[in-house]
Nanobody, 116 residues
Framework: QVQLVESGGGLVQAGGSLRLSCTASGRTFRTYLMAWFRQAPGKEREFVASISRSGGTTFYADSLKGRFTISRDNARSTMYLQMNSLEPEDTAVYYC?????????WGQGTQVTVSS
């Protein structure tokens, strides 16, 4: 059974950077479309970015273009989210998702807190 595990969250000051990781179990990571979502307190979960199986195609939420970068390393079965110029509004639990596994497989989430 495939599992997704996020890591790399934490507390950072506004203007700082963090890199999140999402590691998948199993040996078929390269076949998965992958995405990042986030959920801020009191808000609905929202799309952040997605990446194709090869990593050659990426999509971003319009509001995050230029600050966040999604990438993947299929040899390590890991997807990344590099977040720069963080703002307090980026405070949320960040989740990775493999949308084409069953009805969609989610990780457990990692907390990102940006202080002003």
């Amino acid at each position: 059974q495939v599992q997704l595990v996020e890591s790399g969250g934490g507390l950072v000051q506004a203007g700082g950077s963090l890199r999140l990781s999402c590691t998948a179990s199993g040996r078929t990571f390269r076949t998965y479309l992958m995405a990042w979502f986030r959920q801020a307190p009191g808000k609905e979960r929202e799309f952040v970015a997605s990446i194709s199986r090869s990593g050659g195609t990426t999509f971003y939420a319009d509001s995050l273009k230029g600050r966040f970068t999604i990438s993947r390393d299929n040899a390590r079965s890991t997807m990344y989210l590099q977040m720069n110029s963080l703002e307090p509004e980026d405070t949320a639990v960040y989740y990775c998702k493999a949308p084409n596994i069953g009805v969609g497989l989610w990780g457990q989430g990692t907390q990102v807190t940006v202080s002003s």
